[in-house]
Nanobody, 124 residues
Framework: QVQLVGSGGGLVQAGHSLRLSCAVS????????VAWFRQAPGKERNFVSG????????DYDESVKGRFTISGDYARNMVYLQMNDLRPEDTAVYYC?????????????????WGQGAQVTVSQ
């Protein structure tokens, strides 16, 4: 079975950076897509960014464009989310998720596998 483990969260001041990591295990045979979602207290879970297994396509929510970069180390089955210029409104639990459709989607329902979540807290 495919398993995702997210890590790299923490507490950081506004304007600083963090890098989240998502380890995909179980070595899926088919191509897959990984996306990051986040959920702030009292808010719905929203799409942040996504990348295809080949890295040939990426997608970003408007709120993070120009600040966050998604990338993959496919030999190690790792996906990263580099978060620069963090803002207090970025505070949330961040989840990585994967599907095997081979194309990007912003819908939670299209992702079959989910990581446990990493807390990111950005102070003023």
């Amino acid at each position: 079975q495919v398993q995702l483990v997210g890590s790299g969260g923490g507490l950081v001041q506004a304007g600083h950076s963090l890098r989240l990591s998502c380890a995909v295990s179980g070595r899926p045979i088919t191509d897959y897509t990984v996306a990051w979602f986040r959920q702030a207290p009292g808010k719905e879970r929203n799409f942040v960014s996504g990348i295809t297994r080949t890295g040939t396509a990426t997608d970003y929510d408007e709120s993070v464009k120009g600040r966050f970069t998604i990338s993959g180390d496919y030999a190690r089955n790792m996906v990263y989310l580099q978060m620069n210029d963090l803002r207090p409104e970025d505070t949330a639990v961040y989840y990585c998720a994967a599907n095997f459709r081979g194309s990007l989607s912003r819908s939670q329902g299209t992702y079959e596998y989910w990581g446990q979540g990493a807390q990111v807290t950005v102070s003023q």
